[in-house]
């Protein structure tokens, strides 16, 4: 089947498909964020994003300054530990839907945030650009430092058995106390992975034709390609 989400104006890119609490959520560029409700419409949820009208004493160039400015998108969603929607994106924005309305959120980095993951006493880690790690309890956003590759491109990241790995489109790590480790998929060269996924009973790496899977982060198993 095929499913329009607002055709009555143009939308997306979008960046992906996020369940959350038994809720699904589409978001993209342009800031679109959308959830599906019981019945199978969509809600698009806006307010807080819309751009300031323009004002009329600005000239031309100032108008076209201030619409750059406010150019942005989201990369992932997640729940924080209050039951919130949290946001990032580009230019490492981040954002908190509250009382139907999105909020601004102080952010550590002005790199582009790819993905968040929620643990389990819902802590909230996001990935991005150049080695980009931050943490946030509700409102307090930090930058994580670690010891390790310092500039790798993070674009996924997972929580699995107690661990954080995260994913670089050419390998895949995990943080092991404050030290980034590549992980050893029992194979002598470096398994790529652009892509993780966790469930509480596997981690999935995938990159291109190639599939590996865990059950406990020590023993690795190709399922395709390899």
């Known amino acids: 089947t095929e499913t329009h989400i607002d055709t009555g104006r143009a939308v997306g890119p979008f960046r992906g498909l996020r369940l959350l609490h038994d809720t699904l959520f589409a978001y993209g560029m342009k800031r679109e964020v959308y959830w599906r409700d019981p019945s199978g419409a969509w809600i698009r949820l806006a307010k807080g994003f819309e751009a300031p009208g323009p004002n009329r004493r600005m000239t031309i160039a100032e108008r076209m300054k201030a619409r750059v400015g406010n150019v942005g998108g989201i990369n992932a969603v997640a729940r924080d530990a209050s039951g919130y ?39 909230l880690f996001v990935c991005g650009q150049l080695g980009t790690l931050i943490r946030s309890d509700v409102d307090r956003w930090e930058t994580v430092s670690y010891e390790g590759p310092q500039k790798l491109d993070f674009c996924s990241i997972g929580w699995f058995s107690g661990a954080l790995y995260l994913a670089d489109g050419h390998s895949l790590r995990v943080l092991v106390g404050d030290e980034l480790r590549l992980v050893d998929h029992g194979r002598e060269d470096i398994v790529p992975c652009a892509v993780v996924v966790a469930s509480p009973q596997r981690l999935l790496s995938l990159a291109g034709q190639e599939v590996w899977e865990t059950a406990d982060g020590l023993r690795w198993n190709c399922i395709l390609g390899g």
């Open 85 to 123: 929607l949290v946001a990032v994106g580009m230019r490492g924005e981040i954002w908190r839907f509250v009382v139907d309305e999105w909020k601004p959120i102080d952010s550590p980095t002005n790199l582009m945030l790819k993905d968040m993951v929620e643990l389990d006493d819902g802590t």
